[in-house]
C-alpha cells in the first residue's frame, strides 16, 4: 500500500505561482511512476503531469510552459510548482503514484483556485 498526502493548493490571482507537494509513505519502493491530475467541476479528471522512474516526465499541453513537475527522491516528495496561473486552472488536484504492478493510487485532493 502507498499513503499519499497533498498539501500546498489555496486561493491565488491569475497570474500568480502555487506549490503543490504530495507526500508519499507506505510501500514507496514499489513506486514506478508519479504525477498530478486535476479534476474542475462538470468536467473529467485529467493529467496535468507524470515524472516516471528513470523516464521523460510528461505534461499536458495546456500546462507546458507553467508548470514544473520534480521529484525529491530522499524525502519520498513530488512536487508541482504553478507559475501563470489562470482561472482555468482552477480544479482539485489530485496526486497518483503507480506502482510497478501497474496498481495505481490517490490522494485525497487539495483545491486550487485561481480568480480572474
Known amino acids: 500500500q502507498v499513503r499519499l498526502v497533498e498539501s500546498g493548493g489555496g486561493l491565488v490571482q491569475a497570474g500568480g505561482s502555487l506549490r503543490l507537494s504530495c507526500a508519499a509513505s507506505g510501500s514507496i519502493f514499489s513506486i514506478n511512476t508519479m504525477g498530478w491530475y486535476r479534476q474542475a467541476p462538470g468536467k473529467q479528471r485529467e493529467l496535468v503531469a507524470t515524472?516516471?522512474?528513470?523516464?521523460?516526465?510528461n505534461y499536458a499541453d495546456s500546462v507546458k510552459g507553467r508548470f514544473t513537475i520534480s521529484k525529491e527522491y530522499v524525502k519520498n516528495t513530488v512536487y508541482l510548482q504553478m507559475n501563470s496561473l489562470k482561472p482555468e486552472d482552477t480544479a482539485v488536484y489530485y496526486c497518483y503514484a503507480q506502482s510497478l504492478g501497474s496498481q495505481g493510487y490517490w490522494g485525497q485532493g487539495t483545491q486550487v483556485t485561481v480568480s480572474s
Open positions: 515524472i516516471p522512474r528513470g523516464g521523460s516526465i
